[in-house]
């Protein structure tokens, strides 16, 4: 049998069917992701323009997660049809041992562990602190925002008021319009007939215009008001500076973990190593996990393989949090997790085999 045939043949089953696996498990949790955007959203928290630009950022930061999954899925899939329809058996005719079978799913888990550290180590991150970034620049520029139409809306910490009676769609102009106003010449209150407002998309800024009203100026308690009646008044409203901070160690830049002393840090920092090792021993446990007697379901052993990215996935998490707290040592930290599956991986590779017993 041709060798190259035979790789690529082999080759081309486990990547469509990790494609397919791929696009399945992150539309499930894109759409998680989405319906909990949708809801600070729907809060008012965040502008819907900026919905898919936070979900997208999210499909970078969850493909971390999915590579290694999926792949283990993907081989398992290819490589139960195969048995089911005797393919499997006939290379073996043929003089396919199981190491043939392993040399074009671990170049493919090679290809994709290197997608999975550039993931894990830069883009995954950097797209995280976008998001972040976005959700919380929008959050400060929306308490920022005068009207609501039917509702009294506090701005500049409570030093103005704003209330309207209705607005259009897209939020530039309103009817009837209410204002209380505190500044360094003290309180007043504007009634206008209709206004409308224009933003600065850079910084924030929202220049206002009141028509046809009045502006009631005082000091609350006293007679004594100055009434002022115009055809236009401007307003200019300016949200403070934005300085981002990022306080979520998992969104810190790799090189900012690098060289830490810090434990968490250290946690982190072998948390991301570990994706990209888990995409190479998931594929060497996928092969053998994938073999089928004869007569055997094919979807039988896709049981085990999910309880094992289960039991890998939590081992990876229970392992970083207890460095993170300085239970166990850095130096053994999260290895001995990568050491106990890939000593499964050759024990079933081994017992496939026929080497033990």
């Known amino acids: ?46 502008p819907r323009d900026l919905l898919l630009q936070v979900v997208m950022l999210s499909t970078l930061r969850y493909l971390v997660i999915l590579i290694p999954a999926s792949l283990l899925l993907a081989i398992m899939l290819s490589l ?28 493919l888990a090679a290809l994709l562990a290197l997608l999975t550290a550039a993931l894990s180590f830069a883009v995954g991150p950097w797209a995280g602190r976008q998001a972040d970034y976005l959700v919380k620049d929008a959050k400060r520029l929306v308490q920022y925002t005068p009207f609501e139409p039917g509702q009294f809306k506090p701005t ?19 009817g009837r319009v209410f204002a209380q106003i505190e500044d360094a010449h003290g309180a007043s209150v504007v009634v206008a007939d209709h206004g409308d407002q224009r933003s600065d998309p850079g910084n924030g800024d929202r220049s206002v215009r009141l028509y046809d009203g009045y502006r009631y100026s005082g000091t609350p308690g006293s007679a004594e008001y100055d009434v002022v009646k115009f055809k236009e008044l401007d307003l200019r409203l300016s949200p403070p500076a934005f300085d981002y ?42 092969v053998p996990l ?41 130096v053994l930290g999260l290895w001995w997790v990568h050491g106990l599956m890939l000593s499964v991986a050759l024990w079933l590779i081994a017992r496939r085999q026929g080497w033990v017993r």
């Open 290 to 330: 994938s073999h089928l007697r004869p007569r055997q379901g094919r979807y039988g052993k896709l049981v085990l393989g999910i309880l094992a990215i289960l039991v890998y996935l939590n081992l990876i998490s229970f392992a970083a949090t207890w460095v993170a707290k300085g239970k166990i040592s850095p």
């Open 245 to 286: 901070i990022n306080n979520q160690r998992v969104l810190s830049a790799t090189t900012e973990l690098m060289g830490s002393a810090d434990p968490g840090d250290q946690a982190e920092l072998q948390s991301r190593l570990a994706a990209p090792l888990s995409v190479l021993i998931l594929a060497l446990l996928a």
């Open 156 to 174: 500049a910490g409570g030093k103005a008021v704003f209330y309207t009676a209705s607005m259009n769609s897209d939020g530039t102009r309103f």
């Open 80 to 107: 139960g049809r195969l048995y089911s329809d005797n393919e499997i058996a006939a290379m073996t005719g043929c003089g396919v041992g199981l190491g043939r079978l392993f040399r074009p799913f671990l170049w």
């Open 1 to 46: 049998m041709n060798r190259r045939v035979l790789d690529r043949y082999l080759m081309r089953e486990a990547g469509t069917a990790w494609l397919a696996v791929t696009v399945v498990l992150l539309a499930i949790m894109l759409s998680t992701r989405f319906a909990s955007v949708l809801g600070i959203a729907a809060k008012g928290e965040l």
